[in-house]
């Protein structure tokens, strides 16, 4: 079984949250859970999480977000940095926030950014985007800069955010947007930038949009059930709600090709698969991607340093095509074709499973299926799914259930299970294939066992 550290830097958490390194190479003789449900988790303390919390809302002052007293220049980037991420962390309703994140978006349209600058433009729409789909009314004015980002911003990535945050189902509805109004403006970017088919970010999100406003007909669900990427590897199966505020179900066979059960029943988990940010899946810390992953071994976790950010248990590392990292994919080389015949027949052309596809070729990587120790009420915004309220949002990963009590013990925890069935399903390799699709179901239900049953023989 491959396993991975998570020890070797101080700063390699954040890093690896924002999905930008990769761990090295551990000893396979890391055990796969290193603490006890008796341990005393001192950072799941109710005092030190009320600290935690406290320390972020401390932040939202508004002489931090003074764009006089902090420019977006390179000096300032870290300051950025850690503010904007306190801003998702928040989602504070203060005018003056507001007003910093005007300022911030107006920047798509300027040339001759720096790189640091450009970063800060790059977090500013994503964390825009959280914010707008949260509380459209106090962020009212984030629209006109998407607007004014679509007719004049040269960056086709900043371009497919801005349409992409105003095409959300959810802004849609809450700000009476209508699909015409949508189809205008993708027409507008098709006209400014007529290779945008070559354009991967443009690509995907126009194809999404016109995919979401003429949905085709969901292959037969039974056939890929009955499919497995790799006869004689484990095959897992997540599925989702479109609605990503909803819990997924994940459900796995082994590498004989049989469903895992627990006593009797199909065995099966709950797992939040929605982006902190509530970006689109082709964009970096985004929603999980739909279609096909490699499982490739694990990635211990060796002590508290990362505990609020993924828990006390292992990882069970996942990577799309074109990820490096994993061992090859039998019969992939690179190409859409060769991806599409991993797939069953009827779903090749689906164009939900060839998100992965797309995820990996615009660089996308480091998904994990991993637990949390923040407190549940850590992150705000959770009111649109009560359901779904003890699981946190990642920005990419698949999060399962980690709850402790205020006390520091350990009261909940599905990463064990995950492992243990992972394990024995693989005969111990923890290599195999995971699938993420969305299926059809009423906004915000969370996918149950039985939507699934009816399928599986």
């Not at 990362?306 to 996942?318: C, D, E, K, P, T």
Request: a positive charge; glycine letters at 6%.
């Amino acid at each position: 079984m491959k396993t991975q550290t998570l020890r070797p830097f101080i700063w390699l958490g954040l890093l690896l949250l924002a999905g930008l390194t990769r761990p090295v190479l551990l000893s396979q003789a890391v055990p796969m859970v290193q603490l006890s449900s008796q341990t005393t988790q001192p950072q799941a303390l109710a005092g030190a999480r009320s600290q935690q919390r406290q320390q972020q809302e401390r932040q939202v002052r508004p002489e931090n977000y003074d764009l006089a007293r902090y420019p977006i220049d390179d000096r300032n980037a870290k300051h950025w940095k850690n503010l904007l991420w306190t801003t998702a962390i928040v989602e504070p309703k203060q005018p003056f926030v507001a007003q910093a994140m005007d300022k911030i978006l107006a920047m798509t349209r300027q040339a001759k950014l720096s790189t640091a600058q450009m970063r800060t433009i790059d977090m500013a729409l994503q964390v825009g985007t959280q914010l707008y789909l949260a509380d459209p009314n106090t962020y009212s004015s984030l629209a006109t800069q998407f607007r004014a980002t679509i007719e004049q911003s040269k960056d086709p990535q900043w371009v497919a955010m801005a349409i992409s945050v105003l095409a959300n189902p959810e802004t849609m509805a809450k700000t009476n947007l209508s699909p015409q109004e949508i189809q205008q403006l993708s027409q507008r970017i098709q006209q400014r930038f007529p290779n945008w088919q070559n354009q991967p970010y443009l690509y995907t999100t126009l194809q999404d949009i016109a995919t979401r406003f003429n949905p085709p007909n969901l292959p037969p669900l039974q056939e890929l059930l009955q499919w497995q990427a790799k006869p004689g590897e484990m095959q897992a199966y997540v599925f989702c709600n479109a609605d990503r505020h909803a819990l997924c179900r994940m459900m796995l066979k082994d590498d004989r090709g049989q469903w895992v059960r627990e006593k009797g029943q199909l065995w099966s988990v709950p797992l939040l698969l929605r982006s902190l940010h509530g970006l689109n899946w082709n964009f970096v810390r985004g929603n999980t991607p739909q279609g096909l992953y490699r499982i490739d071994g694990t990635t211990p976790q060796p002590d508290d340093l990362f505990f609020r950010a993924y828990g006390q248990f292992s990882l069970v590392n996942l990577f799309v095509p074109l990820e490096a990292g994993t061992t090859a994919v039998a019969g992939f080389s690179g190409s859409p074709t060769d991806y599409q015949a991993l797939l069953p027949p009827s779903w090749r052309n689906h164009w939900g499973l060839q998100q992965s596809y797309w995820a990996g070729k615009l660089g996308r990587s480091l998904f994990r299926i991993h637990g949390t120790g923040d407190a549940p009420d850590f992150f705000s915004g959770k009111q649109l799914n009560p359901a779904s309220a003890n699981w946190n949002p990642t920005i990419g990963c698949l999060s399962a259930l980690e709850l402790y009590s205020e006390t520091g013990k350990l009261l909940q925890a599905d990463m064990p299970q995950i492992l243990e069935k992972f394990q024995a399903a693989s005969s111990d390799t923890l290599q195999g294939y995971l699938v993420v699709v969305e299926i059809p179901t009423t906004t915000g239900q969370s996918i149950a066992p039985e939507d699934i049953m009816p399928g599986i023989k």
